[in-house]
């Protein structure tokens, strides 16, 4: 039986390589997208129904949730800095997403910029909220971190 434990944990190391490669791929092609789709020039939109913050708040939070899975199933538990990292990285994006539009006949708007950054935000917090379920669901006792508690 002991043989069959280390033999399924061997096949689950590739099958989580799979699952990490496939999100870090879907966080490229969605960045890709993304990208170019705020610099193709402005058309009418048929998309009246939503507001254009909406559209941007939605936008980063799914960038930030395929950033922050993509991460996390490559290098295990993310940390604090790393949060950081996925958050300052967004934000300074955003805002040169936005100054890259004015070329392209687009407007650069702070309010779409602030709609990224709640997007950001947002992503943040529901993936903190959904990996929490996930471990405690899993029956893990720590997020990553089996130190994090001790040296607070």
């Not at 300074?92 to 950054?117: K, L, M, N, S």
Request: charged share 10%; with cysteine.
């Amino acid at each position: 039986m002991p043989h069959t434990t280390v033999e399924t944990a061997a096949n689950c190391r590739p099958r989580s390589a799979v699952w990490a490669a496939r999100a870090r791929t879907l966080a490229f092609v969605y960045f890709v997208v993304l990208f170019t789709a705020t610099h193709l020039p402005s058309t009418p939109s048929s998309i009246q129904c939503l507001s254009d913050k909406v559209l941007h708040t939605a936008a980063y939070l799914m960038l930030t949730l395929s950033v922050l899975t993509g991460w996390e199933l490559t290098i295990g538990g993310l940390q604090p800095k790393h949060f950081f990292a996925v958050w300052l990285v967004g934000t300074v994006y955003g805002a040169f997403d936005e100054f890259t539009q004015i070329p392209v006949g687009r407007t650069c708007d702070i309010h779409d910029w602030v709609a990224d950054v709640i997007g950001i935000v947002s992503g943040l917090i529901l993936f903190t909220v959904v990996r929490a379920g996930v471990y405690r669901l899993a029956g893990a006792t720590s997020l990553g971190s089996s130190s994090a508690g001790a040296s607070a």
